[in-house]
T-cell receptor, first 113, second 111 residues
Framework: NAGVTQTPKFRILKIGQSMTLQCTQDMNHNYMYWYRQDPGMGLKLIYYSVGAGITDKGEVPNGYNVSRSTTEDFPLRLELAAPSQTSVYFCASSRDTGANVLTFGAGSRLTVL | QKEVEQNSGPLSVPEGAIASLNCTYS??????FFWYRQYSGKSPELIMFIYSNGDKEDGRFTAQLNKASQYVSLLIRDSQPSDSATYLCAVKDGGFQKLVFGTGTRLLVSP
């Protein structure tokens, strides 16, 4: 049982490049989330999904896109990378009981130069 | 903007002491409250959650909730150096299925 798996763990991008952060979970959780964490800060919600085919914006969605074609996968797309997107990105999932007990992936550290 | 406030610390306590971590929140409709621990360079992991006013104990950890004062705290008894981490308070938005996190309190437990 792998839990929540994120790839890549580290990535350096040039300004204007695009990339996709991958997230997959094997717990059959309906709810999935993408957070970013800047140094010394808490977690800010980028996008979330309550099930396959359903996504919604969080607090800081600008510059990002998501899709949820299956229960397992929730990729985060960065278009036209900017230095402000330098951060650590965490994917998380939870059961659909509303309890919001999140299981986090190991994180992806992104640097935009 | 719904907010969750925490003192960033660091909070320094000697080994064996009680560490008290505090959190206030702005949304009176919040129903559920969570404490996550995050070691440096790692992802957050759930320590405790609490829904009702009062205390909830789990081993060396006690979560306390006072909805009237919009205040939630985490007590760590017999603190150990391995407890040194950042503790994130999270509050479930009253209307939606998502959490709002505080910025975290860094705890340092010295041997």
């Amino acid at each position: 049982n792998a839990g929540v798996t994120q790839t890549p763990k580290f990535r350096i991008l040039k300004i204007g490049q695009s990339m996709t952060l991958q997230c997959t979970q094997d717990m059959n959780h309906n709810y999935m989330y993408w957070y970013r964490q800047d140094p010394g800060m808490g977690l800010k919600l980028i996008y979330y999904s309550v099930g396959a085919g359903i996504t919604d914006k969080g607090e800081v969605p600008n510059g990002y896109n998501v899709s949820r074609s299956t229960t397992e996968d929730f990729p985060l797309r960065l278009e036209l990378a900017a230095p402000s997107q330098t951060s650590v990105y965490f994917c998380a999932s939870s059961r659909d009981t509303g309890a919001n007990v999140l299981t986090f992936g190991a994180g992806s550290r992104l640097t935009v130069l | 903007q719904k907010e969750v406030e925490q003192n960033s610390g660091p909070l320094s306590v000697p080994e064996g002491a009680i560490a008290s971590l505090n959190c206030t929140y702005s949304d009176r409709g919040s129903q559920s409250f969570f404490w996550y621990r995050q070691y440096s360079g790692k992802s957050p992991e759930l320590i405790m959650f609490i829904y009702s006013n009062g205390d909830k104990e789990d081993g060396r950890f006690t979560a306390q909730l006072n909805k009237a004062s919009q205040y939630v705290s985490l007590l760590i008894r017999d603190s150990q150096p391995s407890d040194s981490a950042t503790y994130l308070c999270a509050v479930k938005d009253g209307g939606f299925q998502k959490l709002v996190f505080g910025t975290g309190t860094r705890l340092l437990v010295s041997p």
